[in-house]
């Protein structure tokens, strides 16, 4: 787990968990570790690309692939979301859409994680307090938002959630700018007070620092478990103040 975008002077947890107003969220990879449900919804879809265009899947997967190469290399190294590439490649934000609404399915491969839960419970109440105001958590996602729903939903947290910023919700994907700044109004603070949680660091973290918002990237859902301490929100009577191996930077 690693701090990015806030200064130095600001690494100890109680002094993250007063600047903080708000805490947005990725979901795939974040919330939860479950490599092959990920990997097969990008399977899944670029088989669904290729039919489109009457194509072998893994001819599809070669000309997405080497688009993306291409992309990167004129990016400074940047990577692109297969949301964008399809874009690129004749297949609209809103087909893209409608294939992730009926192809995904989160219930067949999430289940309820109440570590996750307790997580989320903690950083929304600042650590279980009851006089303090509760913070505004959104997830921020690739996928429509119903589908990012249905995710929180079979995690067991999506009551927890104040809103889902989708592909639907700006019609672009991450690591463009649009969806970052829908989950900024929802919060309706300074991006300075905000992180964002995320695992891909060209997808979720460096557009979230280029609007000044702080990032936490995550090797997966045992991280987020670790969030609390890192913000200095942990419950009543754990004075744990551990960050976990956390470092600014
Ligand atoms: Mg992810």
């Not at 190469?69 to 004129?74: A, D, G, M, V």
């Not at 399809?86 to 087909?95: C, Y």
């Given at each position: 787990?690693?701090?990015?975008?806030?200064?130095?002077?600001?690494?100890?947890?109680?002094?993250?968990g007063e600047?903080?107003q708000?805490?947005?969220?990725?979901?795939?990879?974040t919330?939860?570790?479950?490599d092959?449900?990920?990997?097969?919804?990008?399977?899944?879809?670029?088989?669904?690309?290729?039919?489109q265009?009457d194509?072998?899947?893994?001819?599809?997967?070669?000309?997405?692939?080497?688009w993306q190469?291409?992309?990167?290399?004129?990016n400074?190294?940047?990577r692109?979301?297969?949301?964008?590439t399809?874009?690129?490649?004749?297949?609209?934000?809103?087909?893209s859409?409608?294939w992730?609404?009926a192809?995904?399915?989160?219930?067949?491969?999430l289940q309820?994680?109440?570590?996750?839960?307790?997580?989320?419970e903690l950083?929304?109440?600042?650590?279980?307090?009851p006089?303090?105001?509760?913070?505004?958590?959104?997830?921020?996602?690739?996928n429509?938002v119903?589908t990012?729903?249905?995710?929180?939903?079979?995690?067991g947290v999506?009551?927890?959630?104040?809103k889902v910023?989708?592909?639907d919700?700006?019609?672009?994907?991450?690591?463009?700018?649009a969806?970052?700044?829908?989950?900024?109004?929802?919060?309706?603070?300074?991006?300075?007070?905000?992180?964002?949680?995320?695992?891909r660091?060209d997808?979720d973290?460096?557009?979230?620092?280029?609007?000044?918002?702080?990032?936490?990237?995550?090797?997966?859902?045992?991280?987020?478990y670790?969030?609390?301490a890192?913000?200095g929100?942990?419950?009543p009577?754990?004075?744990?103040?551990?960050?976990?191996?956390?470092?600014?930077a």
């Open positions: 787990m690693q701090l990015f975008g806030w200064p130095a002077d600001i690494d100890a947890p109680q002094r993250i600047r903080l708000g805490v947005l969220f990725d979901i795939d990879r919330l939860y570790d479950d092959e449900y990920a990997h097969g919804q990008i399977t899944a879809l670029i088989a669904r690309f290729a039919r265009f194509e072998e899947p893994a001819s599809a997967h070669r000309r997405i692939k080497e190469r291409t992309w990167s290399e004129t400074a190294g940047a692109q979301s297969l949301g964008n399809f874009a690129s490649l004749g297949v609209p934000i809103e087909t859409v409608r992730r609404e192809i995904i399915e989160p219930e067949k491969h309820h994680d109440q570590r996750l839960r307790r997580a989320m950083i929304r109440t600042r650590g279980s307090r006089d303090a105001p509760r913070l505004p958590l959104v997830v921020v996602t690739n429509p119903s990012g729903m249905r995710s929180l939903a079979a995690l999506d009551d927890l959630v104040d910023v989708g592909l919700t700006t019609m672009r994907s991450k690591p463009d700018a969806p970052f700044r829908a989950a900024l109004d929802r919060v309706g603070c300074d991006a300075a007070s905000v992180v964002c949680v995320g695992d660091y997808v973290i460096a557009p979230a620092l280029a609007l000044g918002i702080g990032g936490v990237l995550v090797d997966g859902v045992t991280d987020v670790q969030l609390p890192l913000f929100f942990n419950a009577g754990d004075r744990s103040d551990r960050t976990a191996g956390a470092t600014g």
